[in-house]
């Protein structure tokens, strides 16, 4: 090889390399597949009575996300399926905590219930 033509073989190298870490990066497909499952679990928890910021937050990302990644900025769109995830497991969380809260309440009521039945029927048997 001439030294003309190695010095050629060089700058394409080097345009080569600089292209490729330049170029766009792998498109978000696995954080958005996350981020929109969780999406759906924290809907199907209770999320939108229990967590509606957090489940508004999730969609909003999501949404930023899909717009992101459709316009080929993957490095925001992959952020951004990432916070939407996070938000929805939030979302999810405290549908599961509100849910527990609610069961608690009504079985301290049973409790209260119970309690109000059995003392009038020891007044009652007392009576007797």
Partial sequence: ?????????????????????????KPPG???GVASRNLSAARAAG???YAPQE???AEERLSQANAASARQDYDDAAMLASE??????????????????AAV??????????????ARHSEGAELQ
């Fill in 105 to 118: 309440d009504s079985l301290r009521q049973q409790n209260a219930d119970l309690s109000r039945d059995a």
């Fill in 30 to 32: 696995d954080e958005l």
């Fill in 1 to 25: 090889m001439t030294p003309s033509a190695a010095k050629i073989h060089a700058v394409f190298a080097i345009m080569a390399a600089f292209l490729t870490a330049c170029g766009p990066t």
């Fill in 84 to 101: 939407s995830a996070v938000n929805s497991e939030l979302a999810a969380a405290k549908s599961r905590l509100g849910k527990a809260r």
């Fill in 47 to 49: 999320a939108s009575t």
């Fill in 55 to 57: 489940l508004r937050a």
